[in-house]
């Protein structure tokens, strides 16, 4: 059974950073693509980022671009989102996700909520 | 980068009844990168269909996605009391984006 495990949310401070990961099980991670989407309270889907299977493509979306990275670690199973210079606008569920070929994305982790506030 | 447009907001609907909801782009978006989700409240977003028309591992048939270009339809064809849920569209061009969502709710 595919299991995607976030960790790492919390109460930041604007300017502050986080970081976040995933554990991945029940699947071959070191051969998926994978993405983190957000999810503001009460709003729709935003698709934060794309890491490939051997970490050498790597999108972002233009609200993030320059303040979160992403990256895994095969070894470890694991991915992971490095957020800094977080904003108020950045609060939201974070969910880990597997890239289905690049078409759609065909699990998704609980989420973890970052929440950006002084 | 394209954008996708939802509608309607919300459709109210009944147990049994037929639900059609829409997904226009801005752009022509592949037929190949044209997906569905459900999400139900508190929880993660489901896949339902990809490609336009292929119904993800264990959706029901009631479930089918057409379409072409810029506009595409997901079709309930009849509405079971789980099946009420904000359902959102997805394309994948150089990055994914996804539409606002339409609500389906009980009438």
């Known amino acids: 059974e595919v299991q995607l495990v976030e960790s790492g949310g919390g109460l930041v401070q604007p300017g502050g950073s986080l970081r976040l990961s995933c554990e991945a099980s029940g699947f071959d991670f070191n051969r998926w693509s994978m993405n983190w989407v957000r999810q503001a309270p009460g709003k729709g889907l935003e698709w934060v980022s794309y890491?490939?299977?051997?970490?050498?493509?790597?999108y972002y979306a233009d609200p993030v671009e320059g303040r979160f990275t992403i990256s895994r670690d095969n070894a470890k199973n694991s991915l992971y989102l490095q957020m800094n210079s977080l904003r108020d606008e950045d609060t939201a569920v974070y969910y880990c996700?597997?890239?289905?070929?690049?078409?759609?994305?065909?699990?998704w982790g609980q989420g973890t909520l970052v929440t950006v506030s002084s | 980068e394209i954008v996708l447009t939802q509608s309607p907001g919300t459709l109210s609907l009944s147990p049994g009844e037929r639900a059609t909801l829409s997904c226009r782009a801005s752009?022509?978006?592949?037929?190949?990168?044209l997906a569905w989700y459900q999400q139900k409240p508190g929880q993660a977003p489901r896949l339902l269909i990809y490609?336009?028309?292929t119904r993800a591992t264990g959706i029901p048939d009631r479930f089918s996605g057409s379409g072409s270009g810029t506009d595409f339809t997901l079709t309930i064809s009849r509405l079971e009391p789980e099946d009420f849920a904000v359902y959102y569209c997805q394309q994948y061009g150089s990055s994914f984006t996804f539409g606002p969502g339409t609500k389906v709710d009980i009438k």
């Open positions: 890491i490939n299977s051997n970490n050498r493509t790597i």
């Open positions: 996700a597997r890239d289905f070929k690049e078409m759609a994305i065909d699990y």
């Open positions: 490609g336009v028309s």
């Open positions: 752009q022509s978006v592949s037929s190949s990168y």
